[in-house]
């Protein structure tokens, strides 16, 4: 891909992305059309002030958000061009909220684009800020995966203390930051229940520990939980790999924007089961490319009928690829990101 021309300045691309978020990583399609980019964790700061003295220290000339409301509030007065991705907790939740709106609404009219993921994602936040419907985008996630070819299963379930001799092992992974909004307990009761009449199966909740009084609340529930384990972040390749050779990736939020742990294992050909809200609902086709549940009782039983079903899991496992072939295209995204970022460009110019 030729590096984009039309930046006078030569300063790096300022990039505020929740750290161990499941979204795609737009960074590599700028780093790929020749940017630098300085990426921060938008947890990291408390206010504006602190992210103008990080531009003038490393001399940014434009930026990039996820998150409206947490990373683009902190982008507004600057004076350098950014872009806006919407996270999906902003439109779902922060919206609902009235000084958190009018924030938005502000973010929203200094921005230079804004994407969302879906159709409706987009509706939803043209409906709440008018203003902003001619700088939209729809661009789903485009999805890559790389697992590690090196990677040892056994020793990986060795390190999660699962007994590997259980005859038919099914592995659910949970893929998710320590968050309430993941709500990664919402299985683990029932899921338990279920371990204890087949010791086969088995629920592993991967990743980062982003809020400490949470991630304290989830460790205590998951050690008196008998067949739930708990690991912490991977690097990306082995976090893939665990997802290959899982059985079935599983997704419990309260509100998504689009995950990227659903998209990836259905590019790894792995049957996806997931809670029954607007986000995923966008991305699963009951019974077509995964499973859609609404309560804790209606996940076993959607389990049990996949473990027992291996044509059900065969013909979900090649739809869901097919989809996501289709439809989350990384070359796609990239052309997209690549064409927005011109719109930033140009802006130097003015």
Not at 103 to 119: S, Y
Not at 164 to 185: T, Y
Not at 314 to 322: C, L, P
Request: glycine fraction near 8%.
């Amino acid at each position: 891909m030729e590096a984009i021309t039309g930046f006078h300045g030569s300063g790096p691309w300022l990039l505020l992305f929740p750290v161990g978020k499941d979204q795609g990583h737009p960074w590599a399609h700028l780093e790929a059309a020749g940017h630098v980019c300085v990426l921060k964790d938008a947890f990291d700061f408390e206010s504006p002030s602190e992210i103008a003295n990080l531009i003038l220290a490393e001399n940014c000339e434009a930026a990039l958000a996820l998150h409206l409301y947490r990373g683009g509030r902190l982008l507004q007065g600057h004076q350098i061009p950014f872009g806006i991705i919407f996270g999906g907790t902003d439109v779902n939740e922060d919206a609902n909220q009235g000084e958190k709106n009018t924030v938005m609404g502000r973010v929203l009219e200094e921005a230079r684009f804004a994407v969302a993921f879906t159709e409706s994602m987009k509706e939803m936040a043209q409906a709440q800020w008018p203003h902003a419907k001619g700088k939209i985008y729809v661009q789903s996630q485009g999805i890559a995966t790389t697992p590690n070819a090196a990677f040892n299963w056994n020793t990986f379930l060795q390190r999660s203390e699962i007994n590997q001799s259980a005859d038919n092992l099914h592995i659910f992974l949970l893929i998710c930051g320590l968050r309430q909004v993941k709500d990664p307990l919402y299985l683990v009761d029932a899921f338990s229940e279920w371990h204890q009449e087949e010791p086969s199966v088995y629920l592993v909740i991967a990743g980062p520990e982003v809020d400490p009084v949470f991630t304290r609340e989830v460790k205590a529930k998951v050690r008196r939980a008998a067949g739930v384990r708990l690991i912490g972040e991977m690097p990306q390749e082995d976090l893939h790999a665990v997802v290959k050779n899982c059985f079935a990736v599983v997704n419990s939020s309260v509100s998504e924007g689009m995950s990227a742990a659903i998209l990836e294992a259905m590019d790894l050909e792995v049957p996806v089961l997931a809670r029954n809200i607007p986000g995923n609902a966008a991305v699963v086709k009951h019974e077509v490319t995964g499973l859609l549940f609404s309560n804790p009782q209606e996940f076993v039983h959607l389990a049990k009928r996949l473990v027992s079903d291996p044509a059900l899991e065969k013909e979900i496992v090649g739809n869901g690829r097919e989809y996501v072939r289709m439809y989350h295209s990384w070359q796609v995204e990239r052309d997209t990101y690549q064409q927005l970022i011109s719109k930033l460009e140009g802006s130097t110019e003015d």
